[in-house]
């Protein structure tokens, strides 16, 4: 049974840092993409930040670019999400995704963890 476990979110205020982790386990993922995905209250899940396989392509959301970094260990079947310069509007539950591949297309996961809430005070 695949299961991807998100951790690292909290309350922080802005300006702050967060490191996310999410660990994978019952497959190995290092031949597959994965990537970080976000949904405040009341609006859709959108797409944050996603790694090729080899860790080597990265693709982001615009409004994050610059200020998260993901990356990922394939020895430890985790991928990372560096969040710096938090601002308000970052605040949501982060969801990890692994499988598939990162493309032109919209990137879109075999399988998903259980979120993470990120919380940004002003």
């Known amino acids: 049974q695949v299961q991807l476990v998100e951790s690292g979110g909290g309350l922080v205020q802005a300006g702050g840092s967060l490191r996310l982790s999410c660990a994978a386990s019952?497959?190995?993922?290092?031949?597959?993409?994965m990537g970080w995905f976000r949904q405040a209250p009341g609006k859709e899940r959108e797409f944050v930040a996603g790694?090729?396989?080899?860790?080597?392509?990265?693709s982001y959301l615009d409004s994050v670019k610059g200020r998260f970094t993901i990356s990922r260990d394939n020895a430890k079947n985790t991928v990372y999400l560096q969040m710096n310069s938090l601002k308000p509007e970052d605040t949501a539950v982060y969801y990890c995704?692994?499988?598939?591949?990162?493309?032109?297309?919209?990137?879109?996961?075999?399988?998903w963890g259980q979120g993470t809430q990120v919380t940004v005070s002003s």
């Open positions: 790694i090729g396989w080899r860790g080597l392509y990265t």
């Open positions: 995704g692994a499988g598939g591949a990162l493309g032109s297309g919209p990137y879109s996961p075999a399988y």
């Open positions: 019952g497959r190995a993922f290092s031949s597959s993409a």
